[in-house]
């Protein structure tokens, strides 16, 4: 009897359970990527799609292509997505398909971009635009132009160097320098500043028609969308490059205006024609920018877009209303795709914008090799690279995975890659092993440094480093930031006796765990040494066996508040070496993340992978322009933290400090660079005392002699 009733109860659970699954999958899964300020929405409008009356429901995408990754995997049903993101979605073989797009007005595709002349300029043909004057919309105004379109014009008919002298950035620069009588073309050419002075001092032709040619920056009055169209009517220039909306506004040649265009302009076209301003009603187009698109999973695309054309805006508080608010971004008309479409379809209609995806660079290509560590290290570089890829960013990256971070320095050392990001901890091996040096750094708020803190229990009669001679020491690795920091202070204070250093450590400390060390090293550096003792967490749990732990102050507040950690230690039980007194109480501090390069690489090449991923830090990190995020540099990857870059980066820079206004002391680099070759202190006094017995010798036998 039991066991018939048992079956029943599992027959009654599984159909519940099957109509359950049943519901929700009658649900629509929407992801919404929130933005910044106004449009932060998803606190606000998810929870009104959670009601029981709604018939979708919401999930949170880190970034737009998160949300792409997420149709792929099955876990949501459709997202919004700009033009560039479908373009990533086909070049990562992503199949979706498109149900409506979003559009502001009437316009078949977001906007067009034209070339216009000044007709005096005897401009007949793009074959006439050799030794002419360029006014371009400059660089720095990425939510409307991605370098893609801004340098359409330019990569249609300059013919593009690729001289192994320069950067790739440079070559096209050059490029245009050489082609172009004079131009303006304002605002960072590249995103460090110092390059980028010197580059527009070695070719100030390029800024020369520019109100202000000596700063051709953005605050210029030929920067910016209408900036060309000013710098051409103000007769500076013979060929301007513009969105076509901006041009109907700046001509007057909008339905209703009063002021008609004058004479005297043309459009240029492609096909070596041109066509006058005045009264044209269909100007000839170089390249269109679609429509954002809602993409939807194959299986369910004619159900979303169905579903999308159903709703209808009704009440604010009402769960329709709380789905259109999250998926428009300004007042949009959502116009359905009849049928809904493939990708290929959709771009193959908008002129010019599949063939700016698709110039190619230098032959051969150039590449910045990245080494990666892990799978979802290499699969978020691999989004990295298309998403790079299709904002125009130059030269392209290739993603490698090795199976640790010693392969990495390896491959890099033996010119089979050319960089890798990892911690302070591997810097010293990477420099000393490997001849490696820094090319950038993740830059980070004070709070979030690795601030290298001398830790002991709360009882400790210790006071000082130097009172810490014979105690149990325990490190999270050898030749780490934590190592090396302990060992330039003891140095600089004359603690060391013995020579090489870790005879001199091995001498200072007692029995100790210093995972990693050299196989040869002093067995006492290894005795307190367990499996769970390596890394940051590993020397607190050392600590509850020693007397003293080594390792960043972040980690030890975290310790004991991570869930993960088996340890039953408290905080109250421990304490940082002299952080109730005023002096520093810290032996060093470094960015939590290091770009590191061959010394070998060549300067070209170390400017061309800094460009690269200075490009890609103003793209999507912390101040992406776009209204939502299109990649995240910065934050969680498929739900894992610290993938690739560390989540709380806040800037890539080529130097230590996250601003410049930053003067904290013993920057871990300067450390590094400062520490001498070993000399133990009793062998110092011996040399001294060996010195002085022989001076006496001979101070004898010269008055005997």
């Known amino acids: 009897m039991k066991r018939v009733s048992n079956v029943v109860c599992f027959v009654v659970l599984h159909t519940f359970l099957v109509l359950q699954h049943a519901e929700c999958l009658d649900k629509f899964r929407v992801c919404v990527v929130d933005g910044r300020g106004g449009f932060k929405r998803a606190a606000r409008y998810c929870p009104t799609l959670d009601k029981a009356d709604s018939k979708v429901e919401c999930v949170v995408g880190m970034d737009r292509l998160d949300c792409l990754r997420k149709i792929s995997k099955g876990i949501v049903d459709f997202s919004v997505f700009s033009p560039e993101d479908i373009v990533t979605a086909t070049n990562s073989e992503v199949e979706v398909l ?18 216009v002349i000044n007709d005096e300029s005897g401009i007949k043909s793009k074959h006439d635009l050799r030794n002419k004057n360029f006014c371009h919309p400059g660089y720095g105004y990425e939510t409307d132009w991605t370098d893609i379109l801004a340098n359409f014009l330019e990569a249609s008919i300059v013919p593009q160097t690729c001289n192994t002298k320069l950067t790739i950035t440079e070559n096209r620069i050059s490029a245009t320098s050489n082609y172009f009588k004079q131009a303006c073309k304002a605002g960072p050419w590249v995103n460090d500043p110092i390059l980028d002075a010197e580059l527009k001092t070695k070719y100030p032709n390029l800024c020369a028609l520019c109100h202000n040619p000596n700063r051709c920056s953005t605050n210029d009055k030929y920067w910016g969308r209408r900036g060309p ?14 969105r076509l909306d901006d041009v109907k506004i700046h001509f007057g040649i909008t339905p209703g205006a009063k002021i008609m265009a004058p004479d005297g302009y043309s459009f240029l076209c492609q096909d070596g024609t041109t066509m006058p301003v005045r009264g044209n009603e269909k100007p000839c187009v170089w390249v269109v920018k679609p429509w954002p698109v809602i993409a939807a999973r194959r299986k369910r695309a004619q159900e979303v877009q169905d579903f999308i054309n159903s709703i209808n805006q009704h009440d604010p508080e009402m769960w329709e209303s709380a789905l259109l608010s999250l998926i428009e971004t300004f007042k949009q008309e959502i116009t359905p795709l009849r049928p809904v479409e493939p990708i290929e379809s959709f771009l193959n209609n908008a002129p010019g914008f599949l063939s ?16 990666t560590t892990t799978n979802v290290a290499n699969a978020k570089c691999a989004w990295m690279r298309e998403a790079a890829t299709v904002y125009g960013v130059e030269p392209d990256l290739d993603c490698l995975r090795a199976a640790n971070i010693t392969h990495c320095m390896q491959a890099i050392s033996n010119g089979a890659a050319d960089l890798v990001i990892t911690s302070a901890d591997h810097v010293a091996t990477a420099q000393k092993k ?37 105690a149990k020491a325990c490190f999270p690795k050898y030749d780490g930031i934590a190592w090396n ?34 196989k040869n090293s002093s067995k006492s550096l290894k005795a307190l040494c367990q499996d769970y003792h ?39 039980s421990f304490k940082v070496l002299c952080e109730n007194e005023k002096d520093d109480c810290y032996l060093s501090w470094a960015p939590i993340g290091h770009a590191m390069v061959s010394k070998n690489l060549s300067d070209m090449a170390k400017n061309d ?22 990649f995240s540099l910065y934050g969680s990857f498929d739900g894992q ?17 996250y601003k410049n206004t930053d003067m904290m002391k013993k920057e871990y680099n300067s450390i590094l660079s400062s520490l001498k070759e070993c000399e133990a202190a009793g062998g110092a006094n011996r040399s001294t005392a060996i010195s002085i017995s022989l001076m006496l010798v001979l101070s004898v036998l010269l008055v005997f002699r």
Request: charged share 25%; hydrophobic share 35%; proline share 4%.
């Open 229 to 242: 169209l000013f710098c051409l009517t103000d007769g500076y220039g013979d060929v301007s490059w513009a």
């Open 98 to 115: 498109l149900t409506n797009e979003m559009r502001y007005s009437q316009e078949k595709y977001e906007y067009e971009v034209v070339a």
């Open 641 to 657: 933290n610290n993938v690739l870059f560390h989540d709380a980066t806040q800037k890539l820079r080529n130097v230590p400090v």
């Open 434 to 470: 490997y001849n490696l040096t820094t090319l950038f750094y993740e830059t980070v708020t004070n709070d979030n440094k690795y601030i290298t803190v001398t830790v002991v229990k709360s009882g400790s009669s210790y006071k000082t480093l130097s009172d810490l001679r014979g």
């Open 485 to 518: 920091s302990v060992l330039k202070y003891l140095s600089d204070e004359h603690l060391l006796d013995s020579c090489p250093y870790e005879a001199g450590m091995a001498e200072f400390f007692g029995d100790s765990c210093v995972p990693d060390l050299p």
């Open 609 to 630: 992978a800094l460009d690269v991923f200075l490009q890609l830090d103003n793209l999507f990190g912390r101040n992406y322009k776009s209204v939502t995020a299109p």
């Open 534 to 572: 390596e890394g940051e967490y590993g020397v607190l749990r050392c600590l509850e066996h020693a007397d003293v732990a080594f390792l960043s102050k972040n980690s030890f507040e975290k310790y004991f508040k991570d869930p993960k950690e088996i340890s039953n230690a408290k905080r109250e």
């Open 356 to 371: 700016a995806n698709s110039f190619t660079g230098c032959h051969p290509p150039r590449t910045v090799r990245v080494c």
